[in-house]
């Protein structure tokens, strides 16, 4: 009945994946074509994406796609923030840096003498990140590589340009740059200015739907695709293409993306450039169809992932269910931490950090792995509830439910705490929004999904979702929150 299928190459921070997706009226079905690691390579330099090898599995994947049927058209998107920079040949320079790199740890003091915080916020209305792209290339400034560089492609950008020979910059993931005017919704011409930045360097916009280009003759040959194949420009935000996908069918939603990280806020029409918006560094990052993503990063699920890294090089087995069946058994707020603690942030011995940062708070430090991931869930579930609280206030919003979508959906007792410390009933799923958000843009350039509310609801009546319901311990969950003084991560 589905003639064609829109393949999704969706990358993320510690896994890439190819999955097709075919869309009918009344039905949403995925297939994983190709599912691969992404592991970043230590350098003298610094810390690195595996470019190539993502590109490689990229068109792998793509040709095992090609072996299932006939591909409709390809959309690309991945993390935000990181570049690849062309020189005037439109060579790659060097591989582009992972946003974890420590380079960028003062890279602010160099941007803030010309363009101080609040001035930065009023025009990009960009959270801060140590590693935003405007950070990054201050910390690179001067050095052979900036000089060299003519064009920057951000990571979905490069992919894409590497499939079909185009260049552009996609829209919802220019508005992470730092370089992104958030009321006009395009480039922030006197900021680069001012920092010296040449505007030549940025590609034009392309927004979500618009075509991107066709496949280069190799990439067709080494694929099996036919090279006329179009690839549509999507969110190429991962962010941006999962709240496209989140399954909400009535208003007052908040979301959580769980994954790596969570990106926990609301969908606005318009964004919020205060003071008190700054100050609680929420950020206004570019939906589809012109809506706002007003959210905070909170560390996520890199902190287990990190600890379960950490566990099996020490030849410790750390499978994910052994592990929450572990923590739901361990004693209720033990400890608490604040995820988005700057010492979090880079890669390293992240159960020791949890207990150091627990023993300078002077709480119980966590006893065994259980402890330490039942603190982890507990304190992300403890910041939803803060960020969250704080969008509604911010952006004087009401919120009554909560979806949770995302490879954290798949987490039982993350959900059931959410819902706990929120006092919201929290809607898991889908655990592949990503993808799902990307395969709809696709789906809906091709004419066979009208618009975004049609997208969610296709969404909503055709994925398996859970419910979960507060348990009504929020005394509980009140003092624990008593307990944290969070980091002020803003400057
Ligand atoms: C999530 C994400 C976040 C972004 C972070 C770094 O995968 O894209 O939205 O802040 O990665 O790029």
Same mark, same amino acid.
């Not at 190709?34 to 390579?41: E, G, I, L, Q, S």
């Not at 590109?55 to 990181?82: H, K, M, N, P």
């Not at 909170?298 to 020490?314: K, N, P, V």
């Given at each position: 009945?589905f003639p064609s299928a829109f393949a999704a190459v969706d990358l993320g921070a510690t896994s890439g994946r190819v999955i097709l997706g075919r869309v009918?009226?009344?039905?949403l079905d995925l297939t994983e074509a190709h599912r691969f690691a992404n592991t970043?390579?230590?350098?003298?330099?610094?810390?690195?994406w595996n470019m190539l090898a993502l590109f490689q599995e990229t068109l792998d994947g793509l040709r095992e796609a090609a072996r299932t049927g006939s591909v409709a058209s390809i959309g690309v998107d991945t993390w935000?923030?990181d570049?690849g920079?062309?020189?005037?040949?439109g060579?790659l320079?060097?591989t582009p840096?992972?946003?974890?790199?420590?380079?960028?740890?003062?890279?602010?003091?160099?941007?803030?003498?010309?363009?101080?915080?609040?001035?930065?916020?009023?025009?990009?209305?960009?959270?801060?990140?140590?590693?935003?792209?405007?950070?990054?290339?201050? =910390?690179?400034?001067?050095?052979?590589?900036?000089?060299?560089?003519?064009?920057?492609l951000l990571i979905p950008d490069l992919l894409v340009h590497w499939l079909t020979g185009t260049i552009g910059t996609e829209?919802?993931n220019?508005?992470?740059?730092?370089?992104?005017?958030?009321?006009?919704?395009?480039?922030?011409?006197?900021?680069?200015?001012?920092?010296?930045?040449?505007?030549?360097?940025?590609?034009?916009?392309r927004?979500p739907g618009d075509p991107a280009g066709t496949l280069l003759p190799h990439v067709a040959a080494h694929t099996g695709l036919d090279a006329s194949t179009p690839v549509i420009t999507v969110a190429s935000h991962d962010?941006a293409s999962a709240?496209a996908a989140?399954?909400?069918?009535?208003?007052?939603?908040?979301?959580?993306?769980?994954?790596?990280?969570?990106?926990?806020?609301?969908?606005?029409?318009?964004?919020?450039?205060?003071?008190? =918006?700054?100050?609680?560094?929420?950020?206004?990052?570019?939906?589809?169809?012109?809506?706002?993503?007003?959210?905070?990063?909170?560390?996520?699920?890199?902190?287990?992932?990190?600890?379960?890294?950490?566990?099996?090089?020490?030849?410790?087995?750390?499978?994910?269910?052994?592990?929450?069946?572990?923590?739901?058994?361990?004693?209720?707020?033990?400890?608490?931490?604040?995820?988005?603690?700057?010492?979090?942030?880079?890669?390293?011995?992240?159960?020791?950090?949890?207990?150091?940062?627990?023993?300078?708070?002077?709480?119980?430090?966590?006893?065994?792995?259980?402890?330490?991931?039942?603190?982890?869930?507990?304190?992300?579930?403890?910041?939803?509830?803060?960020?969250?609280?704080?969008?509604?206030?911010?952006?004087?919003?009401?919120?009554?439910?909560?979806?949770?979508?995302?490879?954290?959906?798949?987490?039982?007792?993350?959900?059931?705490?959410?819902?706990?410390?929120?006092?919201?009933?929290?809607?898991?799923?889908?655990t592949e929004a990503t993808a799902l958000g990307n395969i709809l843009v696709q789906a809906r350039a091709a004419?066979l999904?009208?618009?975004?509310?049609?997208?969610?609801?296709?969404?909503? =009546?055709?994925?398996?979702?859970?419910?979960?319901?507060?348990?009504?311990?929020?005394?509980?969950?009140?003092?624990?929150?008593?307990?944290?003084?969070?980091?002020?991560?803003?400057?």
């Amino acid at each position: 009945a589905f003639p064609s299928a829109f393949a999704a190459v969706d990358l993320g921070a510690t896994s890439g994946r190819v999955i097709l997706g075919r869309v009918g009226p009344d039905n949403l079905d995925l297939t994983e074509a190709h599912r691969f690691a992404n592991t970043p390579v230590r350098l003298p330099d610094g810390l690195h994406w595996n470019m190539l090898a993502l590109f490689q599995e990229t068109l792998d994947g793509l040709r095992e796609a090609a072996r299932t049927g006939s591909v409709a058209s390809i959309g690309v998107d991945t993390w935000a923030v990181d570049y690849g920079l062309l020189d005037a040949d439109g060579v790659l320079l060097g591989t582009p840096y992972h946003y974890r790199d420590s380079r960028t740890d003062d890279a602010a003091q160099r941007v803030w003498p010309r363009v101080g915080p609040e001035e930065l916020y009023r025009i990009t209305g960009l959270q801060h990140l140590s590693f935003n792209t405007v950070f990054q290339l201050a =910390s690179a400034a001067g050095s052979s590589q900036s000089d060299a560089a003519r064009t920057l492609l951000l990571i979905p950008d490069l992919l894409v340009h590497w499939l079909t020979g185009t260049i552009g910059t996609e829209a919802t993931n220019a508005s992470t740059t730092g370089l992104f005017d958030a009321r006009t919704g395009t480039w922030a011409g006197a900021l680069l200015d001012r920092l010296s930045i040449d505007p030549a360097l940025l590609p034009p916009l392309r927004h979500p739907g618009d075509p991107a280009g066709t496949l280069l003759p190799h990439v067709a040959a080494h694929t099996g695709l036919d090279a006329s194949t179009p690839v549509i420009t999507v969110a190429s935000h991962d962010t941006a293409s999962a709240v496209a996908a989140v399954p909400a069918t009535e208003p007052h939603f908040a979301y959580i993306s769980c994954g790596t990280w969570s990106l926990a806020g609301l969908e606005l029409d318009a964004p919020v450039l205060t003071e008190d =918006s700054r100050a609680a560094n929420f950020t206004n990052e570019l939906g589809v169809d012109g809506t706002v993503r007003y959210l905070r990063n909170i560390m996520g699920m890199w902190l287990l992932e990190e600890c379960r890294r950490i566990w099996e090089a020490r030849g410790l087995p750390a499978h994910i269910p052994v592990l929450l069946a572990e923590a739901a058994r361990s004693t209720a707020f033990g400890a608490v931490i604040d995820p988005d603690d700057p010492v979090f942030l880079a890669p390293g011995d992240m159960p020791e950090r949890i207990r150091e940062h627990c023993r300078r708070t002077d709480q119980p430090v966590p006893d065994g792995r259980g402890a330490v991931v039942r603190c982890i869930l507990e304190s992300l579930a403890l910041a939803h509830r803060r960020t969250l609280r704080q969008a509604a206030e911010l952006a004087g919003r009401d919120i009554t439910h909560i979806h949770l979508v995302g490879g954290g959906s798949r987490n039982d007792l993350l959900c059931q705490l959410t819902a706990d410390a929120t006092g919201l009933p929290v809607i898991a799923g889908p655990t592949e929004a990503t993808a799902l958000g990307n395969i709809l843009v696709q789906a809906r350039a091709a004419g066979l999904v009208a618009d975004l509310a049609a997208m969610r609801r296709l969404v909503a =009546s055709t994925q398996h979702l859970r419910r979960y319901t507060p348990r009504g311990d929020s005394a509980a969950w009140d003092a624990a929150a008593a307990r944290l003084t969070p980091a002020r991560t803003e400057p």
